[in-house]
C-alpha cells in the first residue's frame, strides 16, 4: 500500500531536509531551561506555522484536535500546581517545558509525515548517526563493557533492522519474523533486557497481526493465550537459567533478578528493576492533589532511603542524589510532579494516542513492523522512562502514530467512496438495461 500519494500536499525538498535536520540535531543539546536539543529551539520557532497548520490542514485528521486541547488543558493544570505548590521558577519552567515541546514536536513531525510518509525510514537512520557521531545523550555508554553494548551498540542493531524493514524488499517481508525474533534474542543475550524484550514482543505482536489482520480481541484471543504461554515457557526454561548460570545478561541483569529470587514470571521480570516507578507511585499518593513540583525535593530523604532499601544497597548516596524525589515514569512522573488532575489528563493523552496507534495498522502496511515496535518500545519508555523522554522519542513515536493513522484512514475512506461510485454506477447500469428491456417489451 502506498500512502505517499494519500497525501493532498507534495512535500518539497527543503522540507525534507529540514525534517531529517530536525531527527539529527535531536542529539545535540544546550543547557537552557535543562537540557534542550537544537530541534527543540529551532521548533520553538515554528509555533506560528504549526498553529495556522493545526487550524488549516492539521483539523482533519481525526482525534487531533481533541488530543492537542488535552495537551493544553495539561499545560494549564501544571502551571496552577506549580503554583500551589509554590515550586521555584526554574523547576516549574522545566516541568511545564516538556509538555509544551512535546507538544510542538509532534505537531512538527506529523505535518512533515502526512506529506510523505516514506521519510520514516530517516527516523531509524537518524537514530544511528547521532550514536555514532555524538554518542548517547547522557554518557551512559561510558562506564562500562556492559552499557556499552546497552546504550550504545544495541540501539545500533535494532535501528539497522528497522531500517532493512521499511526498504520493502520482498525476502525480508517473507524471513521479517525470523530476522526479528534472531536479533531480540542476540540483544537479550547481550543484557539490553528492556530493548530486547521491545522487540522480542514486537515480533510476536507482528505475528498475531499477520495471523488475524485485526486487532479486536475476541479475535485475537486463542493466538494471545498461545504467545503468552511461548513467552513465558521461554522465561522459565531458557531465558532465567541462562541468565543465572552466567551464559546470557549482564552482572546488573542477574544482581535485579536476585532481589526478585530469580522468579520468571513476566510481570515480575518487568517490574525488577522498576523501583523507581513504585517509588514515585508512593510519593504521587503521598500528595494526590497538587504533587510535589517539577524536580521537587526530597527534603526528609524519605523517597530515596526506601529506595535504597527496596534496591538492598548499603552504600551511600551522595547528597545531591538525596535532594530529588524518584520520578523514573512519565505517567507517574505527571502524578508524583502535579498531582492528580495532571496524572488522569496526561493517562488521558496516553491512552488516546495509542489507540489509535493500533488503528494505524493495516492488512497490506509494509510499516506495520515498525509501528508495532514504535508502540511497545515507546510505550515502555513512557511508562518507565525519565519525565524527558516526553519529549524525545515520545513525541517523535506519537507523530508516527497518528501520522500512519491518518494515512490508514484516508486510505479506507477512499476505498469506501470507490465502492460506494462503483456500486452506484452498477445500480444505474442495471436500471438503465431494466429500463430497455421494458422498452423493447
Known amino acids: 500500500m502506498n500512502f505517499t500519494i494519500l497525501s493532498n500536499n507534495m512535500i518539497s525538498k ?149 531500517i532493512i524493514t521499511l526498504m520493502k524488499w520482498q525476502w525480508i517481508q517473507r524471513y521479517l519474523f525470523l530476522v526479528l525474533f534472531g536479533t531480540s534474542l542476540f540483544i537479550i543475550i547481550g543484557g539490553a533486557r528492556s530493548l530486547g524484550f521491545s522487540m522480542f514482543f514486537t515480533t510476536f505482536a507482528l505475528l498475531l497481526y499477520n495471523k488475524y489482520k ?50 520468571a514470571n513476566i510481570f515480575m521480570i518487568l517490574f525488577s528493576a522498576r523501583t523507581d516507578f513504585i517509588i514515585s507511585t508512593i510519593a504521587f499518593l503521598d500528595k494526590p492533589l497538587w504533587g510535589h513540583g517539577s524536580w521537587a525535593i526530597d ?41 492528580i488532575f495532571a496524572f488522569a489528563i496526561f493517562l488521558w493523552i496516553f491512552i488516546k494516542t495509542y489507540s489509535i496507534g493500533l488503528k494505524a495498522l493495516s492488512k497490506k502496511s509494509s510499516y506495520n513492523a515498525y509501528l508495532l515496535w514504535t508502540i511497545i518500545s515507546s510505550f515502555q519508555l513512557l511508562l518507565f522512562g525519565p519525565p524527558a523522554i516526553l519529549k524525545n522519542n515520545g513525541a517523535i513515536a506519537f507523530a508516527v502514530m497518528i501520522a500512519l493513522f491518518y494515512l490508514n484512514y484516508l486510505h479506507k475512506r477512499r476505498t469506501l467512496l470507490l465502492r460506494r461510485k462503483i456500486s452506484k454506477r452498477r445500480q444505474q447500469v442495471k436500471t438503465s438495461l431494466t429500463n430497455q428491456l421494458h422498452t423493447t417489451i
Not at 315 to 322: G, N, Q, Y
Request: proline share 3%; with cysteine.
Open 14 to 162: 527543503k522540507e525534507k531536509i529540514t525534517f531529517i535536520a530536525a531527527l539529527f540535531f535531536m542529539n545535540v543539546r544546550v543547557d537552557l531551561i535543562g537540557s534542550m536539543s537544537l530541534t527543540e529551539l529551532f521548533v520553538l520557532t515554528q509555533i506560528p506555522h504549526l498553529l495556522k497548520w493545526l487550524n488549516e490542514q492539521g483539523k482533519k485528521i481525526p482525534y487531533l484536535n481533541n488530543l492537542t486541547i488535552g495537551f493544553y488543558c495539561l499545560i494549564i493544570v501544571q502551571i496552577i500546581a506549580e503554583f500551589m505548590v509554590h515550586n521555584t521558577f526554574i523547576n516549574a519552567a522545566k516541568g511545564i517545558a516538556i509538555t509544551i515541546m512535546t507538544l510542538f514536536l509532534m505537531l512538527f513531525f506529523i505535518e512533515k509525515l502526512v506529506k510523505d510518509i516514506s521519510l520514516i525510514i530517516w527516523i531509524p537512520i537518524c537514530k544511528i548517526l547521532g550514536l555514532v557521531i555524538f554518542g548517547d545523550q547522557f554518557g551512559f555508554s561510558e562506564t562500562g563493557q556492559t552499557t556499552y553494548f546497552k546504550f550504545y551498540i544495541a540501539p545500533i542493531i535494532a535501528s539497522a533492522v528497522y
Open 214 to 263: 485485526t486487532i479486536k480481541l475476541k479475535r485475537i484471543i486463542p493466538g494471545l493465550i498461545i504467545a503468552t504461554i511461548i513467552i513465558q515457557l521461554f522465561l522459565s526454561f531458557i531465558y532465567m537459567p541462562k541468565v543465572k548460570n552466567g551464559e546470557w545478561g549482564s552482572e546488573q541483569n542477574r544482581s535485579q533478578f536476585e532481589k526478585i529470587n530469580w522468579n
Open 299 to 339: 527534603h526528609t530523604g524519605k523517597y530515596n532511603l526506601l529506595q535504597r532499601k527496596m534496591l538492598g544497597e548499603k552504600k551511600e548516596i551522595d547528597s545531591d542524589t538525596l535532594k530529588m524525589v524518584p520520578s523514573h515514569s512519565v505517567i507517574m512522573g505527571k502524578g508524583v510532579a502535579n498531582g
